[in-house]
């Protein structure tokens, strides 16, 4: 989507950097759950069994631990839009990205549309909780 740049009213065809000064538009992430409840953040956060039952997602399957979390929304400046996703270490179930397994200590850029989904370790073809990535510009 085009965009000018408030520091230098440059003209930029897409991105979050703009290509004349450098000047990095400030991004939100939200994600929004098939009951179309949704949270949104613009710093690092840890998603967990709260989270998912804030907004209406099937959180029974979510470790309720303290401290446990299924994966982690990181500003990621290597990214186009911003934003990565990191699954927990110590997550019972996988994360998985477009219906593609995340990696325990791998960043996976997120991109507009993503749908980010928890699924058995056990049997991969079971899946719950479809969560859809959008972003909030300034």
Known sequence: MAWECPQCTAQNEGGIVCEQCGYRKLTGIRLT???GKSFDTRINFRIDR???KTIE???RYLQSAPGSYQFELV???NSETGW???TSPG?????????SVC???TKYPVYDGDVIKIGSKTN???TAAPLTVSFAED
Not at 91 to 99: F, G, H, K, Q, W
């Open 33 to 35: 759950s098939a009951a």
């Open 50 to 52: 709260r989270i998912y």
């Open 57 to 59: 997602s099937e959180y």
């Open 75 to 77: 500003r990621d400046e």
């Open 84 to 86: 990565s996703l990191q």
């Open 91 to 99: 997550s019972d179930l996988n994360t998985l990205l477009n219906d």
């Open 103 to 105: 990696e325990t200590g």
């Open 124 to 126: 991969v073809n079971s």
